[in-house]
């Protein structure tokens, strides 16, 4: 975090409160300063103890916000933050080197998903046996010696 003393290197124009930062992304102020504590986003504090921040703000939260939609911790929100630069909007540039670090990850997540939406209706090879098709598809539940969990889901193909 910036001492006050280093708030003098940005006019007052170019900072934003705590409030206005809340306002412009829709999270809450105490939601705000918690990424702040977790080190996702830096306040410069005014010499009256209040906390200002940079319009670049606005984008680094609004990109948090989305990442937490599509499931990421925030150590692996922090790991893409680190490639932006701070103290400066980020260019479309910096937008596209980001992007390419989640794009693999995305692209595992789709076929996960869609993997487990064509198998909802079958044996999912989780070795229950509860259902009639599991006779077929996981005969004296074979999946077992394939490790715990659905076998099936997590890649694992039964051997017919």
């Known amino acids: 975090m910036l001492r006050s003393s280093d708030s003098s290197k940005y006019s007052p124009e170019h900072l934003l409160t705590i409030g206005a930062v809340a306002e412009r ?6 939601a705000i ?11 410069i504090r005014a010499k009256s103890g209040h906390r200002r921040f940079r319009r670049s703000t606005i984008r680094r939260l609004s990109f948090i916000r989305v990442c937490q939609t599509l499931g990421y911790t925030l150590g692996e929100i ?3 933050l680190d490639h932006l630069p701070e103290g400066r909007t980020p260019t479309e540039a910096d937008w596209s080197a980001m992007a390419e670090g989640f794009r693999g990850e995305i692209d595992e997540r789709i076929q996960g998903l869609e993997a487990l939406r064509d198998r909802l209706e ?4 989780c070795g229950c046996l509860s ?3 599991c006779a077929i598809l996981n005969t004296e539940d074979v999946a077992v010696n394939l490790g715990s969990g659905p076998r099936w889901l997590l890649g694992d193909t039964p051997e017919i």
């Open 25 to 30: 992304t829709g999270m809450a102020v105490s």
């Open 33 to 43: 300063r918690f990424y702040e504590e977790q080190g996702l986003v830096e306040a």
């Open 78 to 80: 922090r790991d893409q």
């Open 122 to 125: 079958g044996c999912i090879g």
């Open 131 to 133: 259902l009639e098709l």
